[in-house]
């Protein structure tokens, strides 16, 4: 942990790998503050993460510590995303996991966006 009780961000992780280039994806959007992709095992029709680029373990990371350009950014890209792939009419969800309670598996902060079908319940029962 560090001094902000967050862990240190891991420049292993597949989303880093992505940015970098060492993995593909399969883009919907980038500019400089936002990566959007599809999801590799999607839950829905339309299942598409959006990552910052900068380097952010979650939310609680990206919200105290994101410039106000970056922020604002990313958030700007979310609702462009769900909006350029046809969404905005029928609606969506927006999700973010955070930490080991949230389910967060890819430690670099990222939102799922949910699509094309009604999502059903907010939250599921726990495993
Ligand atoms: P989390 O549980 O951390 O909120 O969600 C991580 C998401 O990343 C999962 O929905 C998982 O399917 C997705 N994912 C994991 N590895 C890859 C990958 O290599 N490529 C893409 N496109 N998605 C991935």
Known sequence: MSVTGLPPYDDANVFARILRGEIPCKRVHEDAHALAFHDINPQAPVHVLVIPKGRYV???DFSA???EA???GFW???AKVAKDLGLEAGGYRVLTNMGADGGQEVPHFHVHI???RRIGRMVPKAD
Do not use: I, K, T
Request: aromatic content about 6%.
């Open 76 to 78: 700007r890209v979310v």
């Open 114 to 116: 949910f699509g094309g």
């Open 58 to 60: 979650s939310v609680a």
């Open 65 to 67: 510590h994101a410039s």
């Open 70 to 72: 970056e922020v604002a």
